[in-house]
Each structure stands twice: as C-alpha cells, then as structure tokens.
C-alpha cells in the first residue's frame, strides 16, 4: 500500500519561502510522477507543479513558475516542493499526489487524473 506523508507547510508572511515535502512509503520503485495540487477555501482544487519519473520532466502552472522549484530524491523517496516570494494567495490547503505507473512522457503531470494517492494535506498560510 502507497502512503504520502507531507511535511512542511505553516505560516509565512508574503516575500517569504517555504519547502514542501512529502516521503514516499510502499512503493517498490522510483517510476512514478507526483504532483503537487492545492485548495483554497471557496475554491477549485488547483495543479502547482509536477514531476515525472525522470526529474527532467517538470512543469508548473503560470502561477507558481519562476517562484516554485520541484525535485525529487530517488535515494530517499522523496519529492519536494520549495515555494519563494510567497503571496497571500498562495494560502490553501497544499496535497502531494502520486502516479504509481510508469507513463510515457506525452502524457502531462499536470493531468490530475493520472494520481491515485495523495497525502494528508498541508495547510500554507501567507500572511500580507
């Protein structure tokens, strides 16, 4: 059985960083994606970033390039996700996913449907 543990989030104020992770229990190989969503209060659940079973394969939304970095450490099952120049709208509730099978590269990591697991959320709150 596949578990997601998230660590990470918590309170920042605007302009500053936070890094996300989340470990990777039970699964028997480093083939699979993972992708990092969230959810706002009122709002629709949201693709952040992603990450294929090669690290070359990345991508993030308009929203999060240039400020989020994605990677991932095969070593140690774990991907990570470190937020800079955080905004107040960056607030929600933050959920790691995985993609436990080993897909071609057309098939995108930001497609939500492909992730089966998902962690227990971690809650990121930027204050202005």
């Known amino acids: 059985q596949v578990q997601l543990v998230e660590s990470g989030g918590g309170l920042v104020q605007a302009g500053e960083s936070l890094r996300l992770s989340c470990a990777v229990v039970?699964?028997?190989?480093?083939?699979?994606?993972v992708g990092w969503f969230r959810q706002a209060p009122g709002k629709e659940r949201e693709f952040v970033a992603g990450?294929?079973?090669?690290?070359?394969?990345?991508k993030y939304s308009d929203d999060t390039k240039g400020r989020c970095t994605i990677s991932r450490d095969n070593a140690k099952n774990t991907v990570s996700l470190q937020m800079n120049s955080l905004k107040p709208e960056d607030t929600a509730d933050y959920y790691c996913?995985?993609?436990?099978?080993?897909?071609?590269?057309?098939?995108?990591?930001?497609?939500?449907?492909?992730?089966?697991?998902w962690g227990q959320g971690n809650q990121v709150t930027v204050s202005s």
């Open positions: 996913e995985l993609d436990p099978i080993h897909r071609p590269v057309t098939v995108e990591v930001e497609s939500a449907w492909r992730y089966v697991y």
């Open positions: 039970g699964h028997t190989n480093n083939h699979y994606a």
């Open positions: 990450i294929g079973w090669s690290a070359d394969i990345q």
